[in-house]
């Protein structure tokens, strides 16, 4: 997918929202256990629900590993589903990965090719021959961690570095000078809006995926007021608060309306 | 296993090698492709030619992922395999993970429970409770990124903090305040290891995983020199140097040997 293309997709259905994946077997409606594949099974039918209204899902890797081979394969059959039947939404691994330069390659072919995902989340940690293995593939993006919504992002990321600035700006300005830096979209939290001005002055260009509004406490207003640019440039990131609304029969109806609720507020935002 | 178990597993076998298993399909003996599961046929044979010489294994979980799920499959094998018949070796799951709280929790049972290993590399950068997380399970150790062995490592994590110290030792001070602390390890390269009289100065008592000898350059020498504590406190890991010594019939063998040669260098360091 283009940048363009994700552009002409968010203007088009007026939302800009990413549904997050977080799907726990101890938080789904009880009847679903029953199914061969619960996981995929509640993603289906979240996905089905909320589709209209969204441009973007992302499957969070942990809530798939936490259950061994099972949850591989329920990753990649959700994958496979969203490709086949959502073709214009873009799929982001949320996996954090990151590695020397021929495991990130390893990574990337992980997640670009053997689970045809759009996007992955990674790690700045370990610099440049870490994060550039991942920006090779055309039409794909790598999601680098700038500023984070935890409360543990206050340990490293807004240290002042000598004589200059914090090193979340840091993170943003180096990793700007990487080849096929376009390819980079990068996390800033929702909680951490007041920070958006700043980040726009370094990447005034680049798509921002943003988690923490809802459950974790981040404001939509604020966020599209400090964060949004000309082509939008940004994907606002719901999980639980969309995912687990109802946990009865309802669940992916409530879904849905918890999803066509951001979306209106989006749309108001768009215009 | 306990801290103790493991000096007494290097000290009784004169060994502190740990063999990194980067799985290659493109790099293994031809005649093992038509094994079932090829990934996990070599692991066998490179565990039963190394295992007397080492006293830790580092599955490389990009080089399982970039197969989906027969990947994963061949991941569980290899750590039941371990845990099955050599259970006194340590299970590093190499697979630089990190992420908000909840998130960690489930790549904590992911690596610990799931799939049963006794070890888990993470990142640094999201901070405190991405980290506590992995802490909480006895018997269990996080491997936290320090000082990679990669020339990104200069990007960010060699970047003086504001008055103070570079990044990494930054990590590793407040890091080591965090709950359940002696349950950290740290990544350091061994390319690196002019750092580790810094390092030593911050963590003298912890075990440091180290990197980068061989295929990229480190010194063995050098590492023991600056890094060595009262309790060993390193486990050096060679990936590519054994499982790669050759791609003939004779692949397991000659591992053995590599690991062989590297255990008798080890012994004379301990002496």
Same mark, same amino acid.
């Given at each position: 997918?283009? +940048?363009?293309?994700?552009?002409?997709?968010?203007?088009?259905?007026?939302?800009? +929202?990413?549904?997050?994946?977080?799907?726990?077997?101890?938080?789904?409606?009880?009847?679903?256990?029953?199914?061969?594949?619960?996981?995929?099974?509640?993603?289906?039918?979240?996905?089905?629900?909320?589709? /209209?209204?969204?441009?973007?899902?992302?499957?969070?890797?942990?809530?798939?590993?936490?259950?061994?081979?099972?949850?591989?394969?329920?990753?990649?059959?959700?994958?496979?589903?969203?490709?086949?039947?959502?073709?214009?939404?873009?799929?982001?691994?949320?996996?954090?990965?990151?590695?020397?330069?021929?495991?990130?390659?390893?990574?990337?072919?992980?997640?670009?090719?053997?689970? /045809?995902?759009?996007?992955?989340?990674?790690?700045?940690?370990?610099?440049?021959?870490?994060?550039?293995?991942?920006?090779?593939?055309?039409?794909?993006?790598?999601?680098?961690?700038?500023?984070?919504?935890? /409360?543990?992002?206050?340990?490293?990321?807004? +240290?002042?570095?000598?004589?200059?600035?914090?090193?979340?700006?840091?993170?943003?300005?180096?990793?700007?000078?990487?080849?096929?830096?376009?390819? +980079? !979209?990068?996390?800033?939290?929702?909680?951490?809006?007041?920070?958006?001005?700043?980040?726009?002055?370094?990447?005034?260009?680049?798509?921002?995926?943003?988690?923490?509004?809802?459950?974790?406490?981040?404001?939509?207003?604020?966020?599209?007021?400090?964060? #949004?640019?000309?082509?939008?440039?940004?994907?606002?990131?719901?999980?639980?608060?969309?995912?687990?609304?109802?946990?009865?029969?309802?669940?992916?109806?409530?879904?849905?309306?918890?999803?066509?609720?951001?979306?209106?507020? !989006?749309?108001? #935002?768009?215009?």
């Amino acid at each position: 997918m283009t +940048l363009d293309q994700l552009e002409n997709q968010i203007r088009s259905k007026g939302t800009f +929202l990413c549904v997050g994946l977080d799907t726990d077997l101890e938080k789904i409606p009880g009847h679903l256990l029953q199914q061969p594949d619960p996981i995929f099974a509640f993603n289906k039918a979240i996905i089905d629900a909320t589709a /209209p209204y969204c441009v973007a899902y992302k499957p969070n890797t942990a809530f798939f590993e936490a259950y061994g081979v099972k949850g591989w394969e329920a990753l990649e059959r959700t994958v496979v589903y969203l490709n086949q039947n959502y073709p214009d939404h873009l799929i982001i691994a949320d996996a954090k990965r990151g590695d020397i330069g021929n495991t990130s390659t390893r990574y990337a072919k992980a997640f670009f090719e053997e689970i /045809p995902c759009d996007a992955l989340t990674i790690a700045p940690y370990m610099g440049r021959d870490s994060v550039e293995p991942f920006l090779e593939f055309e039409g794909k993006y790598a999601v680098l961690l700038a500023l984070t919504s935890n /409360p543990g992002a206050f340990d490293f990321q807004t +240290l002042p570095i000598a004589g200059q600035q914090q090193l979340y700006l840091e993170v943003l300005e180096k990793t700007q000078q990487y080849k096929n830096a376009d390819r +980079l !979209m990068y996390v800033v939290g929702a909680t951490k809006a007041e920070f958006l001005t700043d980040i726009r002055k370094v990447v005034p260009e680049a798509f921002l995926l943003i988690p923490g509004v809802g459950a974790q406490g981040g404001s939509l207003e604020e966020v599209c007021r400090y964060g #949004m640019n000309k082509r939008v440039g940004l994907l606002i990131n719901s999980s639980r608060g969309i995912i687990y609304a109802s946990q009865g029969a309802d669940f992916a109806q409530r879904a849905g309306q918890e999803a066509a609720t951001l979306q209106a507020q !989006m749309n108001k #935002m768009l215009n």
